[in-house]
């Protein structure tokens, strides 16, 4: 009995077979699943690399060849101008970068100020002369604390993890609300007011 019933489930399905009215394609013929090539699939598009900073951009590692916590440069265009108050801080200029001077203590460039006549600015497109506004909508969080000598509305902003010994970033702004001074450094010389001081 059960070999009957399995040799007429087989005749119904090659009766069955016989029905259809699509061949089965051969495995190696076109259209075959194992020979379709699927359709391209989008790759979504990666973004342009940022652009490096070109030598008038200030960047939390520097400017151009001048760089957060190593020498100044030699043969480079920055160097000690006019009267120094002291002998373990030093400030250097470049005729290259008018407006800019940079803090070197211990022999090592510790902070780096764009200010007024500056030309260079952050990655940001931020420079002396920028609103407070724009200030604070590029870099939300930053502390505020009174200047020392300047009336408010002037203040300095200063990045949260300013004490942390990574370089980083602090404004002044004038009376007017704008920035006066953009300074890029470690503590406590970023904090400095008066120079080397």
């Known amino acids: 009995m059960k070999q009957l019933l399995a040799a007429s489930a087989f005749a119904l399905?090659?009766?069955l077979a016989?029905?259809?009215s699509e061949p089965t394609p051969a495995p190696d013929a076109p259209g075959n699943a194992a020979n379709a090539v699927a359709p391209e699939t989008p790759v979504p598009a990666t973004p342009a690399?940022?652009?490096a900073p070109d030598a008038n951009t200030l960047t939390l590692e520097g400017l151009g060849a001048l760089r957060i916590g190593e020498p100044v440069p030699a043969g480079g265009s920055w160097a000690e101008r006019g009267a120094q108050a002291s002998?373990?801080?030093r400030i250097v200029s470049s005729p290259d970068h008018p407006g800019v001077y940079a803090i070197v203590e211990g022999d090592r460039v510790r902070r780096?100020?764009?200010g007024q006549?500056?030309?260079a600015r952050l990655i940001e497109g931020i420079g002396v002369g920028a609103s407070e506004a724009e200030v604070r909508a590029a870099f939300p969080g930053f502390r505020e604390e009174a200047h020392k000598y300047v009336d408010?509305?002037?203040k300095y902003l200063t990045a949260p993890n300013a004490a942390s010994g990574d370089p980083a970033l602090r404004f002044e702004t004038n009376a007017e609300g704008q920035v006066s001074l953009i300074h890029v450094g470690t503590m406590p010389v970023l904090g400095y007011v008066e120079g080397c001081s």
Do not use: G, K
């Open 13 to 15: 399905a090659l009766a």
């Open 112 to 114: 780096i100020t764009l």
């Open 49 to 51: 690399p940022a652009p």
């Open 152 to 154: 408010a509305p002037a």
């Open 18 to 20: 016989a029905c259809t």
């Open 117 to 119: 006549n500056s030309t």
């Open 87 to 89: 002998d373990t801080c």
